[in-house]
């Protein structure tokens, strides 16, 4: 009697939704990172520094905390702002609470430049989803946040 190769709905259902999932916010990140890629080259930034820009719109860091968000090492994070700081964009300010830290904060211009990025970004975007319903961006936005809040706090923000 030959044996029986049939298949386990349920898992290979799993499986595959799973991989369909993997391979959706794969191909969604490299399409955004083009875009975010694209941006940043016509404004000569590296992604790195569209990252430090974004990170500075809301809040005034200090070089570890910046680090931290990065995800780099201490001399590769004083690199970075060093260079920002030489294009006018940033500037680092004394620590209130701590007379050797230093605080990272945008200038004016780095504001500037940090508006005309988010607005691009936002057109962008805006043009990416535009076949979607106003239901449906809000379901994608709360789906990435809950995903986003997920890895935070799982350790890997």
Sequence with gaps: MPVSHTREPARESGADELSGTVDALVQ?????QGVLGRMASE???????VRLLGILRDR???ML???????????SMTGLVSRAEKRGL???IP?????RAVLVELTDAGRELTGRCTAEMDGEI???TASLTGAERA????LAGKILSNAQVGGES
């Design 28 to 32: 969604l990140s490299f399409l955004v």
């Design 43 to 49: 404004h000569d930034l590296s992604l790195i520094q």
């Design 60 to 62: 005034r860091p200090g």
């Design 65 to 75: 905390e910046l680090a931290r968000l990065l995800g780099l090492d201490k001399s």
């Design 90 to 92: 940033v500037r680092r």
């Design 95 to 99: 620590s209130p609470d701590d007379g």
């Design 126 to 128: 805006a043009t990416l």
């Design 139 to 142: 379901q994608v936005t709360a």
